[in-house]
């Protein structure tokens, strides 16, 4: 299994073969979409994720400055000047002035502060790194939990509709049993409110399931295409089907304090706050530095003529702030105060994390039992159903009967694709609280 560090620049050297240049519109996602082309879709096309990734661009951008410091600086200048012989100061009077210089610095010592800064610029790209793992993990299990929004949502429209179906039998039964003389009206007019009733929630469903399909677009970053004939949101394709997994507390705290991309970005920027002191304390020194060049110059003579002259240069230069007023301390004292903060904030989080992974352990355990219990029911309120329609058809039950077992059976069916739902988004958290990543990007 990747390391959570090392999924990050794999990550990031995938997502750099599409190096951003103008803003194109993406393309459709694959029809028909599973989870599996849901989540590799989201990687290059989330909005969250391409943010931080260009922050990690960004950051790269801070190494190459900070760096910029420490190696040799090459310059040239160029002038030329020409002024009335009256304000010349020379003697002779000169009327022009050429001159045209190359010059290289390099500095030797600055207390530590350029090799503090680089050392600190690193480390905060580092940290980027952990944010886009951290950025990764969040917008991975959103697109989880909202595809499977949309799953659950088209699995209560259809429970809906066999719902509807059943009233439709009944009262189909009724008018039957009322030709025939065997009931009264009043029972095929209560299956008539009944197969009424049912309406509503299938309305309902149908919306939800519309709205869910609209959050999964915006979580995988499909933009909307406007005008008559744009092309429609893929067919999803899944299903709710339960699959038992095993975990146990003590092994997921472990994994979460070890694998947590929010601890180790923490981590991180503790150490460049480290960097930070050493920058601060670099102005207490001597910053000392080599130059060298070539000069080459020319001066017009009021007079006639002209003489000019080059050559090479080269020395040393040094300079340091004896006393500064303490401004120095105050820089170090500040320093000082944001590593501890950082430190703290690193606990903070930890403890965060702990807690957590208890509540998503606690959900699992309790979506897992729910799951068990919910299919019994089904079983249970089909057979239920059966008898009531096989007895009610022999004369010895009511339509009452039938009908209550009808709303219990199709309770019961909400419940189960509930529970089967529940249970897949708390393993997908529980995956994501131990810093495991979703499943489909880890293998």
Known sequence: MKTPLLLSLSVVVALSAHAMGPMNAPPPPPDPLDLKG???????????????????????????????AGIPNVGAIGSYQ???????QTLPQENSQTLAELKATQTLFAGGGIHASVKNAKLVRDAALYDLQTAIDAALLDVRNRFYTVLLAREKVRVQEQNIGLFQSQLKDSQNQFH??????????????????S??????????????????RQSLGVPSTPGLGAPAFPQVQGSLDYAPENYDLEAALASAHLHRPELLRLDKLSQAG????????????????????????????????????????VG??????????????????????????????????????DIEVRQAFSTWDEAKELVSASGQTVEQAQEALRL???????????????LTSQVA??????????????????????RKAMGLGDALVAQ
Do not use: C, M
């Open 199 to 216: 309406q509503p929630d299938l309305i309902t469903a149908r919306n939800d399931y519309r709205v869910a399909i609209e959050q999964l």
């Open 82 to 88: 020409r002024n009335d012989p009256n304000i010349s």
């Open 274 to 313: 480290e960097q930070v002191v050493v920058n601060a304390r670099s102005t207490y020194y001597p910053n000392v530095g080599l130059f060298g060049g070539y000069e080459w110059g020319r001066i017009g003579l009021a007079q006639g003529g002209s003489f000019s002259g080059s050559g090479w240069l």
């Open 388 to 402: 009531a329609n096989a007895r009610f058809k022999a004369g010895s039950a009511t339509q009452l009967d039938v």
């Open 38 to 68: 849901a989540i590799v879709y989201a990687l290059d096309h989330n909005y969250v994720i391409l943010q931080a990734r260009e922050q990690i661009k960004q950051q790269e951008g801070v190494i190459v400055q900070v760096q910029a």
């Open 316 to 353: 040393v230069q040094s300079s340091w702030s004896i006393f500064d007023g303490r401004a120095t301390a105050g820089k170090v004292t500040q320093a000082k105060s944001q590593l501890r903060q950082a430190r703290l904030t690193q606990s903070q989080e930890d403890l965060a994390i």
């Open 180 to 197: 025939a003389g065997s009931t009264s009206n009043f029972e095929v007019l209560r299956a008539r409110v009944s197969l009424a009733n």
């Open 409 to 430: 059976l199709t309770q019961a069916r909400t419940n189960q694709v509930q529970a089967n739902f529940n249970y897949l988004v708390a393993v997908a958290s529980i």
